[in-house]
């Protein structure tokens, strides 16, 4: 499998962001790491490999970023407000630098967006947020708010970053036109430590469904817990039914 190793300083973030590229053509997929995680940690926990057959075939090159977790929204050591704001900065990141890179890369404009638990997280509020740079999902047991991590806090950082926030209130109808176009996935298992995860999913579900924004909601079964032997079925069988 082709792969190419990727450094630059992020005038966002005021310091250097590594990625690491799988494949030689198709779709960009970036693939957001876990929480407190690093861009090698999809090789790591074995999702490159999971996803080896689409890579291979030409389908998509997968993009795996790295976070900065440990800085923003896991970081207790700052007020609740500084980690969104920082959390700010990373997005800026995402859209202004990752999204430039992939369509030079791959000459698509917009990419898709992958994650896992945080991951998911993450790949959901960057499409919402930049469907001009993102405009296909696939969201795994993942938490759609921050109340885990800033309590009761909601300042517009945390507002603006929290999609089961902002989606009800998303009327702009450039937003709605672009994302109603894009190809959603958000898929959760039933088993041990999914329970939140779960009652975000379906509050997505509903939230989606009452804005008229099309996705495939997949509810696996009460064996399936919250851990990567899962999201490595779990990936490329979503990517699949998405058409990847």
Same mark, same amino acid.
């Given at each position: 499998m082709h792969t190419e190793d990727h450094l630059w300083f992020s005038p966002g973030l005021g310091h *250097?962001?590594?990625? #690491?590229?799988?494949?030689?053509?198709?779709? =960009?997929?970036?693939?957001?790491?876990?929480?407190?995680? /690093?861009?090698w940690d999809f090789e790591g926990w074995g999702m490159v490999e999971?996803?080896?057959?689409?890579?291979?075939?030409?389908?998509?090159r997968l993009v795996a970023i790295d976070g900065i977790d440990w800085q923003s929204w896991t970081?207790?050591?700052?007020?609740?407000?500084?980690?969104?704001?920082?959390? *700010?900065?990373?997005? #800026?990141?995402?859209?202004?630098?990752?999204? =430039?890179?992939t369509r030079d890369l791959t000459g698509h404009d /917009?990419?898709?967006?992958?994650?896992?638990?945080?991951?998911?997280?993450h790949a959901a509020n960057a499409l919402f947020r930049h469907p001009d740079r993102f405009d296909g999902l696939v969201a795994m047991s993942g938490l759609y708010q921050l109340s885990t991590f800033v309590g009761d806090h909601v300042d517009d950082a945390?507002?603006?970053?929290?999609?089961?926030?902002?989606?009800?209130?998303l009327d702009d109808p450039w937003y709605l036109e672009r994302v109603r176009e894009a190809r959603?996935?958000?898929?959760v298992g039933q088993g041990a430590w999914e329970d939140e995860m779960l009652a975000d999913t379906r509050r997505m579900e509903a939230i989606l469904a009452a804005k008229g924004i099309p996705a495939i909601v997949?509810?696996?079964?009460?064996?399936v817990n919250h851990d990567w032997p899962w999201w490595r079925r779990m990936l490329p069988y979503e990517l699949e039914q998405l058409g990847v």
């Open positions: *250097d962001m590594a990625l #690491r590229v799988y494949g030689h053509d198709g779709r =960009p997929v970036v693939a957001f790491p876990s929480q407190d995680g /690093r861009w999971a996803c080896a057959g689409l890579i291979e075939a030409g389908r998509m970081n207790q050591a700052v007020p609740p407000g500084d980690r969104a704001r920082r959390h *700010d900065a990373y997005d #800026r990141y995402v859209a202004d630098e990752v999204g =430039p890179f /917009r990419a898709w967006a992958v994650g896992a638990s945080l991951g998911a997280y945390v507002y603006f970053n929290s999609p089961l926030l902002y989606l009800p209130n959603i996935c958000f898929v997949d509810y696996w079964g009460h064996d």
